[in-house]
């Protein structure tokens, strides 16, 4: 059998990205901060996901409960969940570097096939579960890991019959689980504000955002304009150029960096919605903010 093609992508300095047939994996997750500083942000994924933290702690805050994961660690997150992350690390350990798998609805439903579920299991409203570190699932990260670290090629289909073989034994180790993942792959729907926020830099066409939202096309777009004011594709461009400016105004990066980091592949496409939506080019934006920079350094 011919080999499924290995892919292996920068998504952004620090990570690399595996592609296969139904899962997505971001390994090599190195936080850009030194030592005694910290990275934070916010999470919203459209899918759910498991992650393995090699190097470094995390803590994850949602609904007022906080969640801390540190080196060895497995865990769960349910999708559509709204969190806040702290990353840090210690002397010794020198980065942050963790593994995370994106894992579909219909891969997980893939994982629980064929599994007879006990009628007294009670549904569960937790959102983040620590998994124990089985030797399956180290078997799985180490696979990445001589990809990552010694440029070694994958099997895709192999490495996603790992980790699928590895939940499974999961659930058939504790039953109890299996409710978990059942629940995980059942079709919701994202808060839809919050899920824009933190997923519009998706390069994916709208119908599929909108699946990953957990709508229609004609639901997401008559949602949208109720929730947001406006149309997707005003909303995005919006948003990609409000970041746009901001990249312009507080980072040394050049304008066709900030193109690229905000989304636009084409730059002349860039500069003329730059210049309709704030009435200046972004040569314009980056030449004055260079000049008031020098003239507070030379008060």
């Known amino acids: 059998m011919e080999q499924e093609k290995f892919e292996l992508r920068d998504i952004q300095k620090g990570y690399k990205f595996i592609e296969c047939e139904n899962l997505e994996i971001a390994a090599s997750c190195d936080a850009e901060f030194e030592e005694g500083e910290f990275s934070i942000g916010e999470i919203y994924h459209p899918c759910s996901v498991l992650s393995y933290m090699e190097k470094g ?3 994850l805050t949602s609904e007022n409960k906080t969640h801390t994961f540190t080196n060895g660690s497995f865990f769960l997150v349910r999708k559509y969940t709204h969190l806040h992350y702290i990353k840090t690390f210690t002397k010794e350990e020198k980065q942050v570097k963790s593994c995370v798998f994106f894992l579909p609805d219909h891969f997980l439903r893939k994982v629980i096939a064929n599994i007879t579920f006990d009628k007294n299991l009670k549904p569960t409203c937790k959102r983040i579960f620590e998994l124990a570190p089985t030797q399956k699932l180290q078997n799985v990260v180490e696979t990445i890991k001589q990809a990552i670290d010694y440029k070694k090629n994958i099997d895709t ?7 699928t073989e590895a939940l499974k034994a ?12 059942k629940e995980f792959s059942l079709a919701k729907r994202a808060d839809l504000h919050l ?6 830099m998706l390069k994916v066409p709208l119908e599929e955002l909108a699946i990953l939202s957990g709508r229609s096309m004609s639901t997401f777009s008559r949602e949208f304009k109720l929730i947001l004011g406006t149309t997707p594709h005003q909303w995005i461009l919006k948003k ?25 592949e084409d730059l002349a496409h860039f500069s003329k919605s730059f210049k309709k939506e704030y009435g200046q080019s972004p040569s314009e934006i980056k030449q004055k903010n260079s000049e008031k920079t020098y003239a507070q350094s030379s008060a």
Not at 157 to 163: I, R
Not at 170 to 181: G, W
Not at 242 to 256: C, D, F, G, H
């Open 195 to 200: 899920f824009m926020n933190n997923n519009y």
């Open 157 to 163: 289909a192999q490495l996603e019959a790992k980790v």
């Open 57 to 59: 702690t995390i803590k």
């Open 170 to 181: 999961i659930v058939d180790s504790k039953p109890e689980l299996a409710i978990i993942f």
């Open 240 to 264: 990609r150029l409000q970041l746009a400016y901001k990249l312009l105004v507080e980072t040394p990066k050049n304008i066709s960096d900030v193109s690229l980091d905000a989304g636009f």
